[in-house]
């Protein structure tokens, strides 16, 4: 199955990727971040929707 790019959220909502532009745009809207928060939170714990998450909220107090 191709992957199809009309879809506006990700194909496995528990993991962040940043190749497609479709999800970093979903991810970015979804959490409230810019593009380069969003990578930095991936790159600080990985690439789980969980983990990012809850980076993202710890570092917005």
């Not at 528990?14 to 970015?28: A, D, H, Q």
């Not at 809207?29 to 593009?35: A, E, I, N, P, Q």
């Not at 380069?36 to 809850?54: H, P, Q, Y």
């Amino acid at each position: 199955m191709s992957d199809d790019k009309d879809l506006r959220g990700p194909a496995d909502a528990s993991r962040i990727s940043l190749s497609e532009p479709y999800e970093v745009e979903y991810w970015t809207k979804t959490l409230g971040v810019s593009r380069d928060a969003l990578a930095k939170a991936v790159v600080e714990v990985g690439n789980s929707a969980e983990a990012v998450r809850a980076y993202v909220q710890r570092s917005a107090h």
